[in-house]
């Protein structure tokens, strides 16, 4: 099997490991995706292991996103992804998914992703760096970590300097992977793929526009009735304002008494739910449109990820004090309301 190890986020370059060569590569140029194994940062698909005796893949699912401690706002957009491997699973969003799905269209077709936190656990099953990044699976949970954060680590951990000498030496390893169907009908006339039939596009587009003729005419009279039902229940309940654009006018009053809600009790309240999903929180403090946490983490890599985390949903905070004890490293971070 081929290896495609992305070299960032934007998921534009990349080393390719194939016959035993490696090169990078820029990913517009691989013109056969067959049998390659796409490595994307574990930042856009987060590997959790979940050992379980489930049946039930949507019971699987939401155990694995009740026990995440990745704190989204929108806990609804979160996804599982499933791999080959029963107990390996994914944790993205549907916007990285999309996001992903993009960058892969040009190949249109079926390919197996993986991220690099799961492929440097498998392939090598020691805690390695590689292009900056540490992966330590030595463990109870598999972590990535940037080398700046691995060097701010109090522990003594031993690592492997992974060279593309090693990489190459790679045997062919069952690695656990994720199928995305990355079929885009624009594809369809992409320069690169001139074999598709062009009677192909044809067909699908005159489906198209036959199935939106047809719903046009069975759903314009249920648009026109409901139209006439939301003018009629918004004249009744502010009859002086007279009625223009009704669906802009509802979501103007929507977005005003939503805002008139949200206090900073609310805001206040909110917060701490979600941090104490993934952090042991000592105390709580509110001064000034501030909110002062006092947390406990085990060492200083958990509470490295979590800033991070926090970081990366765009919170508003400041580290006020961290200090070591006998219990484990007590840190007081300050939130912007």
């Known amino acids: ?4 190890i992305f070299e960032d986020l934007t998921l534009k370059n990349g080393v390719l490991l194939t016959n035993g060569a490696i090169k990078k590569i820029n990913i517009e140029k691989l013109t056969k995706p067959e049998n390659t194994l796409f490595v ?4 856009l698909i987060q590997y959790k292991e979940f050992q379980h ?38 944790l993205t969003t ?13 190949f249109n077709t079926s390919i197996s992703i993986t991220s690099d936190l799961l492929f440097f656990k498998e392939a090598f099953k020691i805690n390695s760096i590689y292009q900056n990044n540490v992966f330590l699976i030595d463990g109870e949970e598999a972590v990535k970590l940037s080398t700046k954060s691995f060097n701010l680590l109090e522990d003594d951990l031993k690592v492997k300097n992974i060279s593309d000498l090693e990489l190459k030496k790679l045997k062919n390893i069952n690695f656990a992977s994720y199928k995305l169907n990355t079929f885009n009908v624009s594809s369809i006339f992409n320069i690169k793929n001139p074999i598709k039939p062009l009677i192909t596009a044809l067909v699908i587009i005159f489906s198209i526009y036959i199935t939106a003729f047809f719903n046009i005419y069975s759903n314009y009279a249920q648009i026109e009735k409901m139209n006439t039902t939301l003018k009629s229940i918004y004249g009744d309940i502010y009859p002086s304002e007279n009625i223009t654009d009704i669906y802009q006018q509802i979501d103007l009053k929507l977005n005003s008494l939503n805002n008139e809600q ?17 952090v042991n929180i000592i105390k709580a403090e509110y001064m000034q ?9 085990k060492n200083d890599a958990e509470e490295s990820i979590f ?13 006020i004090e961290s200090k070591p004890t ?11 309301l």
Do not use: W
């Open 53 to 90: 005796n489930l049946k039930n893949t949507k019971n699987i699912h939401a155990s694995i996103l009740n026990n995440s401690s990745s704190l989204n706002i929108n806990e609804g957009d979160q996804l599982v992804l499933n791999t080959s491997n029963n107990y390996d699973f994914f």
């Open 1 to 4: 099997m081929n290896v495609f």
């Open 326 to 336: 006998q219990l484990g490293k007590i840190t007081k971070i300050s939130y912007e």
């Open 289 to 297: 449109e501030k909110i002062l946490v006092t947390c406990l983490f």
């Open 307 to 319: 800033i991070n985390q926090q970081n990366r949903l765009n919170y508003d905070l400041n580290i």
């Open 40 to 43: 994307l940062p574990n930042e």
């Open 262 to 278: 949200i206090t900073n009790l609310t805001k206040t309240v909110n917060l701490l739910r979600q941090l104490s999903e993934s």
């Open 94 to 106: 549907n916007k990285y998914q999309e996001d992903i799905k993009k960058v892969f269209s040009i």
